[in-house]
């Protein structure tokens, strides 16, 4: 899943949980490896409460939820009108922020050779780290799409 792959860039913040609610696909939620800090839920909705599979008429949007131990939460909104990469930017942009925030700033993900963190940004139609310096640009994502 996209938002457990942005996690573990961002340091896999202790304490937190992580909500995922939108449609279902054909395949089945990724699973995390190993012990991780964080459960993940996937539920569809149909803009009034959770309905089977089979009586979605169309796609909806999925809502990620990422709440911390102190009651904190940030929520992203990913539209269907939206493309992969400017679903992943927004997605690695908004939990960078919740995840700084909680973490009182700590500068992950890393800007190879610099103090201050990677910017996430849609460069060439790829969501990408991208330094805000130099320009400098590595895709969110590495190996499968989503």
Do not use: Y
Request: aromatic residues 2%.
């Amino acid at each position: 899943m996209w938002a457990e792959d942005i996690l573990r860039q961002l340091g896999d913040p202790p304490g937190h949980t992580l909500t995922v609610t939108g449609p279902v696909t054909d395949r089945e939620p990724e699973v995390p490896l190993g012990d991780t800090a964080f459960t993940s839920r996937l539920e569809i909705h149909d803009g009034e409460g959770p309905v089977e599979p089979s009586s979605a008429p169309h796609p909806c949007s999925v809502l990620v939820v990422l709440a911390f131990d102190d009651g904190s939460s940030i929520s992203v909104l990913l539209e269907p009108s939206m493309t992969e990469a400017e679903a992943v930017a927004l997605l690695a942009e908004q939990l960078q922020d919740g995840v700084l925030e909680h973490t009182g700033g700590a500068p992950l993900p890393p800007c190879p050779g610099h103090s201050h963190p990677a910017v996430a940004k849609v460069v060439d139609t790829v969501a990408s780290w991208t330094c805000p310096e130099n320009g400098r640009t590595r895709p969110i994502l590495t190996g499968s799409a989503g």
